[in-house]
Protein backbone atom coordinates (compact mmCIF):
# COMPACT_ATOMS: atom_id res chain seq x y z
CA UNK A 1 0.00 0.00 0.00
CA UNK A 2 2.70 2.07 0.83
CA UNK A 3 4.74 1.41 -2.25
CA UNK A 4 1.99 2.09 -3.75
CA UNK A 5 1.08 5.64 -2.69
CA UNK A 6 4.85 5.66 -3.29
CA UNK A 7 4.47 4.81 -7.01
CA UNK A 8 2.00 7.37 -7.35
CA UNK A 9 3.71 10.09 -6.01
CA UNK A 10 7.05 9.28 -8.40
CA UNK A 11 4.49 9.43 -11.37
CA UNK A 12 2.43 12.78 -10.59
CA UNK A 13 6.07 14.26 -10.21
CA UNK A 14 7.02 12.78 -13.11
CA UNK A 15 3.79 14.12 -15.22
CA UNK A 16 4.51 17.53 -13.61
CA UNK A 17 8.30 17.65 -14.96
CA UNK A 18 7.47 16.32 -18.16
CA UNK A 19 4.14 18.74 -18.31
CA UNK A 20 5.96 21.45 -17.22
CA UNK A 21 8.55 20.65 -20.16
CA UNK A 22 6.23 20.04 -22.81
CA UNK A 23 3.80 22.76 -21.92
CA UNK A 24 2.48 25.57 -23.78
CA UNK A 25 5.89 27.18 -24.69
CA UNK A 26 7.70 26.02 -21.57
CA UNK A 27 10.86 23.95 -22.79
CA UNK A 28 10.83 25.28 -26.23
CA UNK A 29 12.92 27.78 -27.88
CA UNK A 30 12.29 30.89 -28.42
CA UNK A 31 12.22 32.93 -31.89
CA UNK A 32 12.35 36.38 -32.91
CA UNK A 33 12.61 38.75 -36.14
CA UNK A 34 15.99 40.66 -36.32
CA UNK A 35 15.44 43.95 -37.88
CA UNK A 36 18.45 46.43 -39.18
CA UNK A 37 17.53 49.83 -38.45
CA UNK A 38 18.75 51.58 -41.93
CA UNK A 39 19.69 54.82 -39.99
CA UNK A 40 22.25 53.28 -37.80
CA UNK A 41 22.60 49.81 -39.31
CA UNK A 42 22.19 48.35 -35.64
CA UNK A 43 20.09 45.31 -35.57
CA UNK A 44 16.76 45.30 -32.94
CA UNK A 45 14.37 42.29 -31.60
CA UNK A 46 10.84 43.91 -30.08
CA UNK A 47 10.96 41.43 -27.26
CA UNK A 48 10.05 44.17 -24.56
CA UNK A 49 6.14 44.56 -25.13
CA UNK A 50 6.73 44.47 -29.13
CA UNK A 51 9.15 47.25 -28.63
CA UNK A 52 12.73 47.21 -29.80
CA UNK A 53 15.80 46.28 -27.72
CA UNK A 54 19.24 46.86 -29.49
CA UNK A 55 21.24 43.70 -29.85
CA UNK A 56 24.86 43.73 -28.36
CA UNK A 57 27.31 40.79 -28.68
CA UNK A 58 29.26 42.34 -26.27
CA UNK A 59 26.67 43.12 -23.45
CA UNK A 60 26.86 41.22 -20.01
CA UNK A 61 23.14 42.72 -19.16
CA UNK A 62 19.74 43.35 -20.57
CA UNK A 63 18.81 47.61 -19.92
CA UNK A 64 16.32 49.59 -20.78
CA UNK A 65 14.56 53.40 -19.68
CA UNK A 66 11.81 52.30 -17.01
CA UNK A 67 8.96 53.86 -16.98
CA UNK A 68 9.18 57.01 -15.20
CA UNK A 69 5.08 57.39 -14.40
CA UNK A 70 5.41 53.33 -13.04
CA UNK A 71 7.42 52.45 -9.93
CA UNK A 72 9.42 49.81 -10.26
CA UNK A 73 10.38 47.02 -7.52
CA UNK A 74 14.62 47.04 -7.15
CA UNK A 75 16.89 44.67 -6.21
CA UNK A 76 18.31 44.98 -3.43
CA UNK A 77 22.37 44.42 -2.82
CA UNK A 78 22.38 41.18 -1.47
CA UNK A 79 20.59 39.56 -4.29
CA UNK A 80 22.56 37.21 -6.02
CA UNK A 81 21.33 38.63 -9.86
CA UNK A 82 23.21 42.00 -8.05
CA UNK A 83 26.34 40.24 -7.34
CA UNK A 84 26.03 39.13 -11.20
CA UNK A 85 25.50 42.45 -12.38
CA UNK A 86 28.89 43.86 -10.97
CA UNK A 87 30.85 40.76 -12.48
CA UNK A 88 31.76 43.17 -15.39
CA UNK A 89 32.30 46.73 -14.87
CA UNK A 90 31.82 48.79 -18.24
CA UNK A 91 35.02 50.87 -19.21
CA UNK A 92 35.56 54.39 -16.50
CA UNK A 93 34.01 52.42 -13.87
CA UNK A 94 36.53 51.08 -11.53
CA UNK A 95 34.51 48.66 -9.11
CA UNK A 96 30.98 48.82 -8.59
CA UNK A 97 29.57 51.54 -6.09
CA UNK A 98 29.55 50.55 -2.08
CA UNK A 99 26.32 50.94 -0.62
CA UNK A 100 26.29 51.69 3.00
CA UNK A 101 22.69 52.44 3.70
CA UNK A 102 20.19 49.83 4.09
CA UNK A 103 17.97 48.45 3.08
CA UNK A 104 20.36 48.92 0.16
CA UNK A 105 19.31 49.35 -3.52
CA UNK A 106 21.35 47.39 -6.88
CA UNK A 107 22.57 50.06 -9.07
CA UNK A 108 24.10 48.63 -12.38
CA UNK A 109 26.31 50.53 -14.94
CA UNK A 110 24.33 50.11 -18.76
CA UNK A 111 26.87 50.41 -21.51
CA UNK A 112 26.04 52.17 -24.64
CA UNK A 113 28.52 50.80 -26.97
CA UNK A 114 27.56 53.28 -29.72
CA UNK A 115 27.75 56.30 -27.81
CA UNK A 116 30.36 55.40 -25.58
CA UNK A 117 28.31 56.13 -22.69
CA UNK A 118 27.67 55.05 -19.43
CA UNK A 119 25.00 55.44 -16.64
CA UNK A 120 23.43 54.42 -13.64
CA UNK A 121 20.45 52.66 -13.36
CA UNK A 122 18.46 50.42 -10.68
CA UNK A 123 18.59 46.57 -11.20
CA UNK A 124 14.91 45.37 -11.50
CA UNK A 125 12.41 42.51 -13.10
CA UNK A 126 10.69 43.28 -16.20
CA UNK A 127 7.97 41.14 -18.79
CA UNK A 128 10.03 39.79 -21.97
CA UNK A 129 8.14 38.37 -24.62
CA UNK A 130 9.10 36.33 -27.82
CA UNK A 131 7.49 33.74 -29.95
CA UNK A 132 8.20 29.52 -28.96
CA UNK A 133 9.38 27.89 -31.76
CA UNK A 134 9.67 24.69 -33.50
CA UNK A 135 12.21 25.55 -35.48
CA UNK A 136 9.91 25.99 -38.27
CA UNK A 137 7.40 28.90 -37.00
CA UNK A 138 6.34 30.78 -34.29
CA UNK A 139 4.08 28.82 -32.52
CA UNK A 140 2.59 31.40 -30.07
CA UNK A 141 4.18 33.93 -27.43
CA UNK A 142 6.03 33.48 -24.16
CA UNK A 143 5.96 36.13 -21.76
CA UNK A 144 8.91 35.96 -18.95
CA UNK A 145 10.51 37.55 -16.13
CA UNK A 146 14.06 39.39 -16.81
CA UNK A 147 16.43 40.82 -14.61
CA UNK A 148 17.56 43.79 -16.31
CA UNK A 149 19.06 46.95 -15.41
CA UNK A 150 16.83 50.79 -15.52
CA UNK A 151 18.72 53.44 -17.68
CA UNK A 152 18.33 57.13 -18.09
CA UNK A 153 16.53 57.85 -21.94
CA UNK A 154 19.67 60.10 -22.68
CA UNK A 155 21.77 56.72 -22.95
CA UNK A 156 19.36 55.65 -25.51
CA UNK A 157 21.61 58.45 -27.59
CA UNK A 158 22.68 56.88 -31.23
CA UNK A 159 20.10 53.83 -30.57
CA UNK A 160 17.59 53.46 -33.67
CA UNK A 161 14.45 55.66 -33.29
CA UNK A 162 12.08 54.00 -31.13
CA UNK A 163 14.33 51.09 -29.17
CA UNK A 164 14.34 51.56 -25.51
CA UNK A 165 17.01 49.48 -24.56
CA UNK A 166 19.59 47.08 -25.30
CA UNK A 167 19.64 43.41 -24.86
CA UNK A 168 23.01 42.13 -24.21
CA UNK A 169 24.09 38.75 -25.54
CA UNK A 170 27.04 38.00 -24.31
CA UNK A 171 28.94 35.34 -21.78
CA UNK A 172 26.65 36.46 -18.66
CA UNK A 173 24.02 34.95 -17.08
CA UNK A 174 22.66 38.34 -16.83
CA UNK A 175 22.54 38.78 -21.27
CA UNK A 176 19.78 38.24 -22.89
CA UNK A 177 20.07 34.57 -23.85
CA UNK A 178 21.32 33.11 -20.49
CA UNK A 179 17.81 34.46 -19.31
CA UNK A 180 15.63 32.60 -22.17
CA UNK A 181 17.69 29.57 -21.09
CA UNK A 182 16.94 29.91 -17.05
CA UNK A 183 13.05 30.59 -17.38
CA UNK A 184 12.63 28.38 -20.39
CA UNK A 185 14.67 25.25 -19.33
CA UNK A 186 16.43 25.16 -22.47
CA UNK A 187 19.99 24.59 -24.12
CA UNK A 188 22.74 27.46 -23.31
CA UNK A 189 22.75 28.08 -27.27
CA UNK A 190 21.56 30.40 -29.50
CA UNK A 191 21.40 30.87 -33.14
CA UNK A 192 21.41 34.42 -34.88
CA UNK A 193 21.35 35.26 -38.35
CA UNK A 194 21.44 38.86 -39.16
CA UNK A 195 19.77 40.00 -42.34
CA UNK A 196 20.26 43.31 -44.62
CA UNK A 197 17.93 45.94 -44.83
CA UNK A 198 15.66 44.31 -47.01
CA UNK A 199 14.16 41.53 -45.12
CA UNK A 200 14.11 40.53 -41.57
CA UNK A 201 16.80 38.44 -39.85
CA UNK A 202 15.87 35.84 -37.22
CA UNK A 203 17.26 34.60 -34.22
CA UNK A 204 16.70 31.73 -31.58
CA UNK A 205 17.04 31.22 -28.36
CA UNK A 206 17.84 28.22 -26.65
CA UNK A 207 19.05 25.47 -29.55
CA UNK A 208 17.18 23.74 -31.54
CA UNK A 209 16.76 23.51 -35.24
CA UNK A 210 16.29 25.89 -38.11
CA UNK A 211 14.38 25.37 -41.00
CA UNK A 212 14.12 27.90 -43.96
CA UNK A 213 12.19 26.99 -47.29
CA UNK A 214 11.44 23.46 -45.18
CA UNK A 215 15.22 22.64 -44.73
CA UNK A 216 16.89 22.50 -41.87
CA UNK A 217 19.74 24.92 -41.64
CA UNK A 218 21.35 23.68 -38.42
CA UNK A 219 22.47 20.55 -40.28
CA UNK A 220 24.37 22.68 -43.31
CA UNK A 221 26.99 24.18 -40.46
CA UNK A 222 30.29 24.25 -42.29
CA UNK A 223 31.82 23.52 -38.70
CA UNK A 224 32.61 25.32 -35.36
CA UNK A 225 35.40 26.79 -33.86
CA UNK A 226 36.16 26.86 -30.12
CA UNK A 227 35.17 30.10 -28.23
CA UNK A 228 37.62 31.90 -26.75
CA UNK A 229 37.62 34.44 -23.65
CA UNK A 230 39.78 37.55 -24.10
CA UNK A 231 40.96 39.37 -20.91
CA UNK A 232 38.29 40.47 -18.88
CA UNK A 233 35.43 40.81 -21.80
CA UNK A 234 32.45 38.90 -21.68
CA UNK A 235 31.92 38.90 -25.58
CA UNK A 236 32.89 36.01 -27.81
CA UNK A 237 36.06 35.70 -29.29
CA UNK A 238 37.74 32.89 -32.12
CA UNK A 239 41.29 32.23 -33.37
CA UNK A 240 42.59 32.83 -36.61
CA UNK A 241 45.61 30.96 -35.84
CA UNK A 242 46.65 30.04 -39.31
CA UNK A 243 46.04 33.76 -40.05
CA UNK A 244 44.11 35.45 -42.89
CA UNK A 245 44.53 34.61 -46.83
CA UNK A 246 43.50 36.74 -50.07
CA UNK A 247 43.02 35.23 -53.47
CA UNK A 248 45.14 32.27 -51.11
CA UNK A 249 48.03 33.93 -50.49
CA UNK A 250 48.47 34.81 -46.77
CA UNK A 251 48.78 38.07 -45.35
CA UNK A 252 51.69 38.51 -42.99
CA UNK A 253 50.20 38.33 -39.69
CA UNK A 254 50.75 41.62 -37.98
CA UNK A 255 52.35 41.85 -34.48
CA UNK A 256 50.65 38.81 -32.41
CA UNK A 257 50.25 36.25 -34.05
CA UNK A 258 48.04 34.13 -33.95
CA UNK A 259 44.99 36.85 -34.30
CA UNK A 260 42.64 36.74 -31.92
CA UNK A 261 38.96 37.46 -33.31
CA UNK A 262 35.84 39.09 -31.64
CA UNK A 263 32.47 39.28 -32.59
CA UNK A 264 30.10 42.80 -32.27
CA UNK A 265 26.87 43.55 -33.66
CA UNK A 266 27.26 47.32 -32.63
CA UNK A 267 29.69 48.05 -35.04
CA UNK A 268 28.34 48.18 -39.33
CA UNK A 269 32.09 47.18 -40.61
CA UNK A 270 35.07 44.80 -39.38
CA UNK A 271 37.75 46.75 -37.90
CA UNK A 272 41.10 45.75 -38.05
CA UNK A 273 44.31 46.57 -36.20
CA UNK A 274 46.37 48.76 -37.50
CA UNK A 275 49.38 46.15 -37.48
CA UNK A 276 46.72 43.91 -39.45
CA UNK A 277 45.14 46.50 -41.38
CA UNK A 278 47.52 47.78 -43.80
CA UNK A 279 49.12 44.51 -44.58
CA UNK A 280 45.24 43.76 -45.79
CA UNK A 281 44.30 46.23 -47.69
CA UNK A 282 47.88 45.81 -49.42
CA UNK A 283 47.00 42.32 -50.39
CA UNK A 284 43.37 43.17 -51.26
CA UNK A 285 44.70 45.54 -53.62
CA UNK A 286 47.78 43.33 -54.60
CA UNK A 287 44.76 40.20 -55.14
CA UNK A 288 42.69 42.97 -58.09
CA UNK A 289 45.60 44.03 -59.17
CA UNK A 290 46.49 40.30 -60.28
CA UNK A 291 43.04 39.75 -61.28
CA UNK A 292 43.43 42.90 -63.84
CA UNK A 293 41.06 44.74 -61.99
CA UNK A 294 43.22 47.51 -60.69
CA UNK A 295 42.11 49.86 -63.82
CA UNK A 296 38.74 49.97 -61.72
CA UNK A 297 39.67 51.67 -58.76
CA UNK A 298 38.15 54.68 -58.57
CA UNK A 299 38.79 57.79 -56.56
CA UNK A 300 35.84 58.26 -53.45
CA UNK A 301 36.12 61.18 -51.41
CA UNK A 302 32.47 60.61 -50.51
CA UNK A 303 33.20 56.72 -49.21
CA UNK A 304 35.14 57.54 -46.14
CA UNK A 305 36.88 55.42 -44.12
CA UNK A 306 36.61 52.82 -46.68
CA UNK A 307 40.16 53.26 -48.32
CA UNK A 308 39.96 50.70 -51.55
CA UNK A 309 37.03 51.53 -54.30
CA UNK A 310 35.89 50.26 -56.98
CA UNK A 311 33.42 51.59 -60.58
CA UNK A 312 30.67 48.91 -59.62
CA UNK A 313 29.03 48.70 -62.91
CA UNK A 314 32.51 47.35 -63.79
CA UNK A 315 32.40 44.68 -61.09
CA UNK A 316 30.61 41.34 -62.03
CA UNK A 317 27.81 40.21 -59.47
CA UNK A 318 27.35 36.62 -58.40
CA UNK A 319 24.86 34.82 -56.59
CA UNK A 320 27.48 35.72 -53.71
CA UNK A 321 28.06 39.63 -54.07
CA UNK A 322 30.67 41.33 -56.19
CA UNK A 323 33.20 39.02 -57.67
CA UNK A 324 36.27 39.56 -56.49
CA UNK A 325 39.09 38.16 -54.50
CA UNK A 326 38.15 36.03 -51.33
CA UNK A 327 38.99 36.24 -48.28
CA UNK A 328 39.21 33.66 -45.50
CA UNK A 329 39.82 33.42 -42.13
CA UNK A 330 41.28 30.44 -40.71
CA UNK A 331 40.08 29.32 -37.72
CA UNK A 332 41.13 27.05 -34.70
CA UNK A 333 40.26 23.60 -35.61
CA UNK A 334 41.49 23.71 -39.31
CA UNK A 335 38.79 25.79 -40.05
CA UNK A 336 37.75 28.46 -42.39
CA UNK A 337 35.27 31.29 -42.74
CA UNK A 338 34.88 32.47 -46.03
CA UNK A 339 34.38 36.00 -47.15
CA UNK A 340 32.76 36.50 -50.62
CA UNK A 341 31.45 39.90 -52.49
CA UNK A 342 28.30 40.06 -50.80
CA UNK A 343 30.03 40.45 -47.25
CA UNK A 344 33.28 41.90 -47.97
CA UNK A 345 31.96 44.69 -50.55
CA UNK A 346 29.68 47.20 -50.03
CA UNK A 347 28.10 49.44 -52.53
CA UNK A 348 28.30 53.24 -50.99
CA UNK A 349 26.35 54.65 -53.98
CA UNK A 350 25.05 53.52 -57.32
CA UNK A 351 28.25 53.98 -58.66
CA UNK A 352 30.89 52.95 -56.13
CA UNK A 353 31.74 50.02 -54.30
CA UNK A 354 34.35 49.47 -51.74
CA UNK A 355 35.82 46.78 -49.67
CA UNK A 356 34.26 47.28 -46.19
CA UNK A 357 36.77 46.78 -43.97
CA UNK A 358 38.61 49.51 -41.27
CA UNK A 359 40.99 49.99 -39.38
CA UNK A 360 40.65 50.28 -35.57
CA UNK A 361 41.13 53.42 -33.91
CA UNK A 362 43.31 53.24 -30.96
CA UNK A 363 41.10 52.93 -27.79
CA UNK A 364 37.98 52.22 -30.10
CA UNK A 365 34.75 51.57 -28.09
CA UNK A 366 36.74 49.16 -26.11
CA UNK A 367 33.68 48.19 -24.34
CA UNK A 368 33.63 46.03 -21.41
CA UNK A 369 36.52 44.68 -19.95
CA UNK A 370 38.70 47.61 -20.07
CA UNK A 371 40.82 48.58 -23.40
CA UNK A 372 40.64 45.14 -25.18
CA UNK A 373 41.51 45.22 -28.70
CA UNK A 374 42.21 41.86 -30.50
CA UNK A 375 43.44 41.94 -33.71
CA UNK A 376 39.86 41.78 -35.61
CA UNK A 377 36.27 42.51 -34.96
CA UNK A 378 33.59 41.57 -37.04
CA UNK A 379 30.79 43.99 -37.59
CA UNK A 380 27.35 43.63 -38.73
CA UNK A 381 27.93 43.55 -42.36
CA UNK A 382 30.28 40.67 -42.31
CA UNK A 383 27.94 38.59 -40.21
CA UNK A 384 25.06 39.11 -42.75
CA UNK A 385 22.76 36.32 -44.89
CA UNK A 386 25.15 33.84 -41.83
CA UNK A 387 23.51 31.73 -39.94
CA UNK A 388 25.52 31.51 -36.35
CA UNK A 389 25.23 29.36 -34.08
CA UNK A 390 26.68 30.48 -30.60
CA UNK A 391 26.87 27.29 -28.19
CA UNK A 392 27.58 27.64 -24.64
CA UNK A 393 27.39 24.24 -23.58
CA UNK A 394 30.28 23.28 -26.35
CA UNK A 395 31.80 26.16 -26.39
CA UNK A 396 32.09 26.79 -29.87
CA UNK A 397 30.77 29.13 -32.41
CA UNK A 398 29.10 27.00 -35.48
CA UNK A 399 28.23 28.98 -38.91
CA UNK A 400 26.71 27.90 -42.25
CA UNK A 401 29.31 27.99 -45.33
CA UNK A 402 27.76 30.79 -47.43
CA UNK A 403 27.19 28.55 -50.50
CA UNK A 404 24.34 26.98 -48.48
CA UNK A 405 22.45 29.97 -47.59
CA UNK A 406 22.93 31.23 -50.85
CA UNK A 407 21.33 28.11 -52.91
CA UNK A 408 17.86 30.20 -52.90
CA UNK A 409 17.96 30.24 -49.37
CA UNK A 410 18.46 33.01 -46.62
CA UNK A 411 17.71 33.01 -43.14
CA UNK A 412 15.77 36.58 -44.13
CA UNK A 413 12.98 33.49 -45.31
CA UNK A 414 12.33 32.10 -41.73
CA UNK A 415 8.59 31.46 -41.77
CA UNK A 416 7.39 33.90 -39.79
CA UNK A 417 3.21 33.03 -40.19
CA UNK A 418 2.10 30.94 -37.25
CA UNK A 419 0.53 27.55 -38.09
CA UNK A 420 -3.18 28.23 -38.11
C1 LIG B 1 5.02 36.38 -32.47
O1 LIG B 1 4.61 35.96 -33.76
C2 LIG B 1 3.56 36.74 -34.31
C3 LIG B 1 3.16 36.08 -35.62
O2 LIG B 1 4.26 35.97 -36.48
C4 LIG B 1 4.02 38.18 -34.48
O3 LIG B 1 2.95 38.98 -34.97
C5 LIG B 1 4.50 38.71 -33.12
O4 LIG B 1 5.03 40.00 -33.32
C6 LIG B 1 5.55 37.80 -32.55
N1 LIG B 1 5.93 38.29 -31.23
C7 LIG B 1 7.18 38.61 -30.92
C8 LIG B 1 7.41 39.10 -29.54
O5 LIG B 1 8.12 38.52 -31.73
C1 LIG C 1 32.61 53.42 -64.42
O1 LIG C 1 32.41 52.65 -65.60
C2 LIG C 1 31.42 53.18 -66.47
C3 LIG C 1 31.16 52.16 -67.58
O2 LIG C 1 32.34 51.84 -68.26
C4 LIG C 1 31.87 54.54 -66.97
O3 LIG C 1 30.88 55.10 -67.81
C5 LIG C 1 32.12 55.46 -65.76
O4 LIG C 1 32.64 56.70 -66.20
C6 LIG C 1 33.08 54.83 -64.79
N1 LIG C 1 33.12 55.66 -63.57
C7 LIG C 1 34.27 56.10 -63.04
C8 LIG C 1 34.14 56.93 -61.82
O5 LIG C 1 35.35 55.84 -63.53
C1 LIG D 1 4.63 29.16 -43.67
O1 LIG D 1 3.98 28.46 -42.64
C2 LIG D 1 2.57 28.39 -42.77
C3 LIG D 1 2.01 27.76 -41.50
O2 LIG D 1 2.59 26.50 -41.26
C4 LIG D 1 2.23 27.61 -44.04
O3 LIG D 1 0.83 27.56 -44.20
C5 LIG D 1 2.88 28.28 -45.24
O4 LIG D 1 2.68 27.51 -46.39
C6 LIG D 1 4.37 28.45 -45.00
N1 LIG D 1 4.93 29.25 -46.08
C7 LIG D 1 5.94 28.83 -46.83
C8 LIG D 1 6.43 29.77 -47.87
O5 LIG D 1 6.48 27.74 -46.66
Known amino acids: ?119 SGDMTRVALSANATDGINPLGPVSFTAVTSCAPDSLLQGLPAGAVGMAGLARSSLAFPAQVTGTQGVASSFALCLSSSQGNGVAIFGGGPLFVLGQPISEMLGGSTPLRKYKDSPGYYIMASKGIT ?35 IDAFDQAMERWGAAGLRVPSP ?26 NLKLDGGWIWPVFGMNSIARVDRATACLAFV ?14 TPAVVIGGFQMENLLLVFDEEKQTLGFTAGQHLINGRSCGQFNFTMPA
Open 1 to 119: MCQLKYLILVAVSLCVLACTVAGDGGGRPLVTAVTKDAATSLYTIPVKSGRPLVLDLSGPIVWSTCDDGAPHDTLECNDIDCMRAHRFHPPSYGMPDVHSHYPCKCTAHPHNPVSGDTA
Open 246 to 280: VDGVKVPPGEHAPLTIGLSTTIPYTELRRDVYRPF
Open 359 to 372: EMKAGDKAGYGGGA
Open 302 to 327: AAAPFELCYNASKLSQTRFGFFVPRI
